[in-house]
């Protein structure tokens, strides 16, 4: 299991403050936060420790068989962003 940001993602970076094994990407100060629709949470990484959804102020994140139907792309829209970025390395 590992948990999915969604598409109602405000980057709101709370979440990226409590992730224990940060995971939650593009952080602020990140030169790709500006110009990212939402933050991603890396399935490699992520330890389904359940800290973001707590904290996550508009309940945009969801463990991967909790995603709702209309959210079901985010669970490869996630992985793709850090697919992507370990290219542009």
Do not use: W
Request: glycine letters at 2%.
């Amino acid at each position: 299991m590992t948990y999915v940001i969604a598409g109602s993602c405000v980057k709101d970076d709370v979440c990226v403050e409590v992730c224990p094994v940060d995971c939650i990407h593009p952080k602020p100060g990140d030169p790709d936060f500006e110009t990212a629709e939402q933050l991603y949470i890396d399935p490699e990484i992520c330890i389904d420790c359940d800290a973001c959804v707590e904290a996550c102020p508009v309940n945009a994140i969801y463990a991967d068989f909790e995603l709702p139907e209309k959210d079901r792309d985010s669970l490869d829209l996630n992985a793709l962003f850090f697919a992507e970025r370990a290219v542009a390395k």
